[in-house]
Nanobody, 120 residues
Framework: QVQLVESGGGLVQAVGSLRLSCVASGRTFSRYAIGWFRQAPGKEREFVSSISWNGGWINYGDSVKGRFTIARNNAKNTAYLQMNSLRYEDTAVYYC?????????????WGQGTQVAVSS
């Protein structure tokens, strides 16, 4: 079992920056992949980014490429999502996810989400 807790969300002005954190507990010895998803009000859940257990591969959704950066510190059991050049369209609840298999195909565990609101 893996438990994920996100933090770092809040209200930020457009073109500003915000960093989200995701702390994992439980099965932290596993070489799981980490993903970030988001869901805006009235919209479908959207893939944001993902990273392998050792950072060997990284993926970004088209809407965030060049603006967001994913990273992880396994010694701290923490993953990060650095969000720069924020837009109003980035407003959403952001979820940290873990794929125990480590391939990023299916995310088994989800955090509670952290709200990000970008004002214009």
């Amino acid at each position: 079992q893996v438990q994920l807790v996100e933090s770092g969300g809040g209200l930020v002005q457009a073109v500003g920056s915000l960093r989200l954190s995701c702390v994992a507990s439980g099965r932290t010895f596993s070489r799981y992949a980490i993903g970030w998803f988001r869901q805006a009000p009235g919209k479908e859940r959207e893939f944001v980014s993902s990273i392998s257990w050792n950072g060997g591969w990284i993926n970004y959704g088209d809407s965030v490429k060049g603006r967001f950066t994913i990273a992880r510190n396994n010694a701290k059991n923490t993953a990060y999502l650095q969000m720069n050049s924020l837009r109003y369209e980035d407003t959403a609840v952001y979820y940290c996810t873990a794929d125990i298999a480590g391939n990023g195909f299916a995310y088994d565990y989800w955090g509670q989400g952290t709200q990000v609101a970008v004002s214009s």
